[in-house]
């Protein structure tokens, strides 16, 4: 397992920035560093629901999307699970497919965000 899907969920959950996210958080804001984490936990947690697994489009017009391509580049543990190809991230290839199901059920078991109705 990745310490780096470890940390995210933690920041997400308990609000508390790991002393690695510092220089990220730095230039992007403790509140679009957030958003941009819950965007790819959200994405990692809804694969599980699936059959067929789907990329994350990442579209232009929304600023998080520019800075979750920056975090992934920013974070040598992210750039080597996620690849970035044609405005989609998915899994890099070198992640063997066990180890992606390991990364998929760790995410949808930590993270659970509450339902707002």
Do not use: H
């Amino acid at each position: 397992m990745e310490q780096i899907i470890k940390d995210i969920i933690d920041f997400v959950n308990e609000n508390k920035t790991p002393n690695s996210f510092s220089n990220i958080e730095e230039k992007l804001g403790k509140l679009d560093l957030r958003l941009i984490s819950i965007k790819l936990l959200g994405w990692l947690k809804s694969q599980n629901r699936c059959l067929k697994k789907r990329p994350l489009k990442l579209e232009k017009k929304y600023p998080w999307s520019s800075d979750l391509i920056r975090f992934i580049e920013e974070y040598k543990e992210l750039s080597t699970l996620f690849v970035i190809s044609e405005g989609k991230l998915d899994f890099s290839d070198e992640v063997p497919e066990i180890e992606r199901e390991k990364i998929r059920a760790f995410v949808n078991s930590e993270y659970n965000p509450p339902l707002f109705i």
